[in-house]
């Protein structure tokens, strides 16, 4: 049954059709405690969810929506390292690139973490080199612009770092991005650019992705 086909999924609509014409002004005034109780907080991180047209019976119906497709399974697999990536037949390994050194996460009965970590570590241990001038390109000379070649997710993740962590650098490397087949991308994106001074990087998770390969 698809999840659409469920009770909990039609519960959802039919609440929708309840409160699709609520104004955020009225559901402060019924709730004055809103912006205390539809908040989260963990770690670092604070959610306020207040300012959605939702009420109190909006998130049980919810998770009964997520009960109902499992989502607390899947995401136990995940963490698990089962391979619930079924388009591909792999392991969805996005935590394992997020796990504290010393956490264990199993695929095909091995440990990937410490194979992550490994490579983090030269990660970071290349852009320290290249933010100081150590490594450096074919001619010598320092490199200043750093041009990421990928499609998707390898294009739009390292995008949003780059956006997000835009105000702690020293604007020294200039970032641009290709994520394109035309020419015109490349032509923009290296325009005034001078090539003994631009490290380029190709972005993949499998390196068989069309665009990117070409």
Known sequence: ?????????????????EVR???LRQLFADEPDRGDRMTLEVGDIYLDYSKNRITAETMPLLEAVARRAGVTELRDA????????????????HVALRAPRGSVIEVD???VVPEVHHVLDRMADFARRVRS?????HTGDRIRNVINIGIGGSDLGPRMACEALRDVTDRYIKFRFISNIDGT??????????????????SSKTFTTLETMT
């Open 1 to 17: 049954m698809r999840i659409d086909e469920t009770p909990e999924w039609e519960a959802v609509a039919s609440h929708f059709a």
């Open 21 to 23: 014409d609520l104004h």
């Open 78 to 93: 995940m963490f698990a390292g089962e391979k619930i990536n079924i388009t591909e037949d792999r392991a969805v390994l």
């Open 109 to 111: 009965g091995a440990n």
């Open 133 to 137: 001038g150590e490594w450096i390109g």
């Open 185 to 202: 991308d490349f032509w923009e994106a290296t325009r005034g650019l001078d090539p003994s001074e631009t490290l380029f990087i190709i």
